[in-house]
């Protein structure tokens, strides 16, 4: 434990309490009778002091290496904690990327690509609170980049939903309506069947999804990293949780 103001204090403290249970169990005749055996008086009172300061800064010592290993175990499992919402995040944004990626020209993001509604993840979300004691690390910056990575996973799905129901409701009764779902059409003949606002509307929703969805996807595995780093830097012998990709 680092020595710091509070140690200083302690060791004050401990002193003066020594101090006073010196004079205090000391036979009171000796502080009365000065000129009788000083050098007498002197040792008792040094002894019992010495033997007080060890006593109070021993509990002193023991309460706050207590008060230490509290507060080092809380912030692990806040880590912990930080750690496994990453590395669910990034099982998410990894299966959703590898379902896209089966759709690779504009064309077939825009009407090939089903509107495939991701499960409810408003529980994967970083509490910054309790991590604020990144601020006196080496990284102090690590709180900004978790706030950023989790408006980015957010942004990815927003994306995702807005873009299905917009597929759901509006372009995909169009296509059924026209006849063009699975047909090889020209994209002239797709755009002036659709209509401008569906057809432009259905390439950009999914050109930024797709967008949201890559960026998320690089990012979460960096950001991971580096939390991991860091946490394993703070606290060697911790424990913390590991990603391994499948």
């Not at 590898?98 to 009407?111: E, G």
């Not at 309790?130 to 996973?153: A, G, W």
């Amino acid at each position: 434990m680092n020595v710091d103001i509070r140690i200083l204090l302690g060791l004050l403290g401990a002193l003066l309490v020594g101090i006073f249970f010196g004079f205090a169990i000391v036979d009171q005749d000796w502080l009365v009778s000065i000129s009788s055996d000083k050098d007498g008086l002197i040792m008792n009172v040094f002894t019992v002091a010495v033997g007080g300061f060890i006593g109070a800064y021993s509990a002193f010592w023991l309460k706050a290496n207590d008060d230490d290993r509290k507060r080092n175990e809380l912030q692990i499992n806040a880590l912990n904690s930080a750690l496994l919402i990453l590395i669910r995040q990034i099982n998410a944004i990894h299966g959703i990327k590898r379902d896209f990626d089966q759709y690779i020209a504009p064309l077939d993001r825009a009407f090939s690509l089903p509107a495939m509604q991701p499960p409810n993840y408003s529980d994967l979300k970083q509490n910054i609170d309790v991590l604020s004691f990144l601020i006196d690390s080496r990284n102090p910056h690590m709180l900004m980049k978790l706030t950023i990575q989790q408006e980015r996973f957010e942004q990815a799905i927003n994306a995702i939903n807005i873009r299905n129901n917009f597929y759901v409701n509006e372009v995909q009764p169009a296509l059924s309506y026209h006849n063009l779902n699975g047909r090889p059409l020209p994209v002239r003949e797709f755009e002036e069947k659709l209509g401008e606002r569906l057809f432009q509307g259905a390439i950009s929703g999914a050109e930024g999804m797709y967008r949201l969805v890559e960026s998320c996807d690089r990012s979460v595995s960096i950001t991971y990293q580096e939390l991991f780093a860091l946490s394993r830097e703070l606290y060697p012998k911790g424990k913390f949780l590991k990603w391994v990709s499948c």
